[in-house]
T-cell receptor, first 114, second 112 residues
C-alpha cells in the first residue's frame, strides 16, 4: 500500500515570497491533517479536513496560510507571504474516519525562509 | 488544556534497555501513541495504547500507562544502533478523528 506522498521535499525561499506544498493521502483516507514541526519541537496541527470540508483550522494563521482539499483527495497548503518564522517541516497525515483511527504521516516538506 | 512533556535526551549502550517517559495533562485523553522520527524522515507509528489498558507489549516494545499519574513510558528491549532517533509521545481525545498533541520528543542515542 502506498503511503502519504508529499512534494516538494525541500524548498528554500526568501521572506515575503509565496510557497505551496502538496499532499496525496493514502487511498481511501477521508481525513487529512497538516502539521507544522519547528526544529526541536513536536508537530503542531495547522488544519484538519474530512473529505473536502474543514474540521479544525483554529491554529492556522489565516492572514498568510491557506489550505484546500477541493475533491476530497489531494490537498495543498500555501503560505503567502512567508516569514522567517515559517521555516519548519510541514507534515501531512491521513487516516480513515472513525474513533482512534491511526494517523499515517508523509515524509514532510522542509521549508527554509531566508 | 492539552500538554505533553518528555525529557529531551537519552543515551544508552547497545544491548541495554531504553525507557522513554512522557506525562500528559488532559484527563480525557483516551489514545496515547509513540512515534519514531529518523533524520529527514516523517513520523513512523511504533505503537499505541488505549487508556483502559495498563500495558501493551509488541516484540521489543513495552508501553506502560499509569492513568492516575498521567504517565506513559516506552521501553525498548535490547536497544540497537538502528533505534537511534527522536521518539514522540502523542495524545488524542476519543471523539472521532481528532488531531494529535505531541510532546517535544526524546532524542535517543545508542552507543555501540
Amino acid at each position: 500500500e502506498a503511503g502519504v506522498a508529499q512534494s516538494p521535499r525541500y524548498k528554500i525561499i526568501e521572506k515575503r515570497q509565496s510557497v505551496a506544498f502538496w499532499c496525496n493521502p493514502i487511498s481511501g483516507h477521508a481525513t487529512l491533517y497538516w502539521y507544522q514541526q519547528i526544529l526541536g519541537q513536536g508537530p503542531k496541527l495547522l488544519i484538519q479536513f474530512q473529505n473536502n470540508g474543514v474540521v479544525d483550522d483554529s491554529q492556522l494563521p489565516k492572514d498568510r496560510f491557506s489550505a484546500e482539499r477541493l475533491k476530497g483527495v489531494d490537498s495543498t497548503l500555501k503560505i503567502q507571504p512567508a516569514k522567517l518564522e515559517d521555516s519548519a517541516v510541514y507534515l501531512c497525515a491521513s487516516s480513515l474516519v472513525g474513533r482512534g483511527e491511526t494517523q499515517y504521516f508523509g515524509p514532510g516538506t522542509r521549508l527554509l525562509v531566508l | 488544556g492539552e500538554d505533553v512533556e518528555q525529557s529531551l535526551f537519552l543515551s544508552v549502550r547497545e544491548g541495554d534497555s531504553s525507557v522513554i517517559n512522557c506525562t500528559y495533562t488532559d484527563s480525557s485523553s483516551t489514545y496515547l501513541y509513540w512515534y519514531k522520527q529518523e533524520p529527514g524522515a516523517g513520523l513512523q507509528l511504533l505503537t499505541y495504547i488505549f487508556s483502559n489498558m495498563d500495558m501493551k507489549q509488541d516484540q521489543r516494545l513495552t508501553v506502560l500507562l499509569n492513568k492516575k499519574d498521567k504517565h506513559l513510558s516506552l521501553r525498548i528491549a535490547d536497544t540497537q544502533t538502528g533505534d537511534s532517533a527522536i521518539y514522540f509521545c502523542a495524545e488524542s481525545i476519543n471523539s472521532g478523528n481528532t488531531p494529535l498533541v505531541f510532546g517535544k520528543g526524546t532524542r535517543l542515542s545508542v552507543i555501540a
